[in-house]
């Protein structure tokens, strides 16, 4: 009888413990879904005008909402700011800075990479001035901010302590690029773009314990990969390969 008893105090620990996982999954996967509808109910929303003026609009007000989202699911959860990484502190600037100036160098050595290998040069467009790079990078500045709230802090956190960092790690990316699947890419560009970049900014967000190195990494690599005429519209320079050159 007494051996019995011993055995069922494990297996009830196991029960509670799975509980508590899959609780974890559900909450995270309903803030998921939550970010989401947010998101697609302020796109509609942005004023009529330059692209880089509806994309600061977009990511301003879902950074708001992202941040409102994490301070209402951590409170549900019994938690603080400082364990998702989502409190500011005297080195934030600091790793933020250092992230920003990582990511621009990981841009130009991806260009350097197509340069060499792929025949593109990068000529300057006339159409683009310094006004339209400063909104631009607010704008990818907010958007980055919303995408590492609503991905890598309270999600990445939470998945993380139930089920590893791995399964975290690609269970964000995964979700991170549906997203962006259904903002418009392809199921390529999206895992192999976003999904990639989402477990580096993951990877940055476990790392420092905080948001504002992958915040900077994400910022600098949107705003760089726009200067080199890669979002789809006009930055500071535009790729042209070598064979329409001549």
């Not at 950074?63 to 934030?92: K, M, N, Q, Y």
């Not at 310094?130 to 995408?147: K, N, Q």
């Not at 802090?153 to 259904?182: D, T």
């Amino acid at each position: 009888m007494h051996i019995a008893s011993r055995l069922r105090v494990p297996r009830r620990n196991d029960m509670i413990n799975g509980f508590q996982r899959w609780r974890s999954l559900g909450r995270v996967l309903l803030f998921f879904v939550v970010c989401a509808v947010v998101l697609a109910t302020i796109a509609p929303l942005a004023p009529k005008g330059p692209r880089e003026l509806q994309e600061l609009f977009i990511g301003t007000m879902a950074s708001l909402g992202a941040f409102g989202l994490t301070v209402l699911f951590i409170r549900w959860e019994g938690l603080r700011p400082d364990d998702i990484g989502a409190s500011p502190d005297r080195w934030s600037l600091l790793r933020f800075s250092l992230g920003f100036l990582i990511g621009l160098f990981l841009v130009a050595l991806h260009s350097a990479i197509a340069w060499s290998a792929g025949h593109v040069q990068w000529v300057r467009s006339s159409e683009t001035g310094s006004r339209d790079a400063v909104v631009t990078l607010i704008a990818y500045l907010s958007l980055s901010v919303r995408e590492e709230l609503a991905f890598h802090g309270y999600p990445l956190q939470r998945l993380k302590s139930s089920f590893g960092l791995w399964r975290a790690q690609f269970i964000a990316a995964f979700v991170f690029a549906l997203e962006h699947v259904a903002g418009g890419s392809t199921w390529r560009q999206a895992l192999f773009g976003a999904g990639i970049g989402s477990l580096l900014f993951g990877m940055a967000a476990i790392a420092t314990r905080g948001l504002a190195l992958p915040i900077g990494l994400h910022a600098a690599w949107n705003f760089g990969d726009w200067m080199r005429g890669g979002k789809g519209s006009m930055g500071f320079w535009k790729p042209v390969v070598e064979d329409s050159l001549k």
